[in-house]
């Protein structure tokens, strides 16, 4: 799939490994194109994401644009500066993550990268 065609989907299904049970845990959730074979996303409300906290303990995740699965590894994002990069591009792509970031105004967010 090149970069043109996973970048102008809306949404990806992202499949992680649950921290606890090891059970497969699906959510749908926004992104932004990294490059040819790389996503960005992230998570801005108050309480912290499952997904997120799975794939801490685990990076190995399943990607869907819609076209079947792809096997990838995702990279928590650390640096306070660079998640709010990422939030500004999630923004810029999808106007309701502005009222989002609104309502959760004084929560930690948190962002990772994920390669294929």
Same mark, same amino acid.
């Given at each position: 799939?090149?970069t ?7 949404? #990806? ?7 606890k =049970?090891?059970?497969?845990r699906? #959510?749908?959730i ?7 074979? !790389?996503?960005l996303v $992230?998570?801005?409300?108050?309480? $912290? %994401?499952?997904?997120?906290q @799975?794939?801490?303990?685990?990076? !190995?995740v =399943?990607l869907d ?5 792809? @096997?990838?590894r ?6 306070p500066?660079r998640? $709010? ?6 923004r810029?792509?999808?106007? =309701?993550?502005?009222l ?11 962002? %990772?990268?994920? !390669?294929?």
């Amino acid at each position: 799939m090149a970069t043109r065609d996973f970048a102008a989907k809306k949404t #990806v299904r992202l499949t992680t490994r649950g921290r606890k =049970s090891g059970a497969p845990r699906t #959510v749908t959730i926004w992104f932004v194109a990294n490059g040819e074979r !790389s996503i960005l996303v $992230q998570h801005a409300t108050g309480a $912290q %994401a499952n997904w997120y906290q @799975n794939l801490l303990k685990e990076p !190995s995740v =399943s990607l869907d644009f819609g076209t079947g699965p792809l @096997n990838g590894r995702a990279v928590p994002i650390k640096e306070p500066a660079r998640v $709010q990069e990422v939030l500004g591009m999630v923004r810029r792509k999808y106007w =309701s993550a502005w009222l989002i970031r609104l309502i959760a105004r004084g929560a930690t967010p948190v962002a %990772a990268e994920i !390669s294929w």
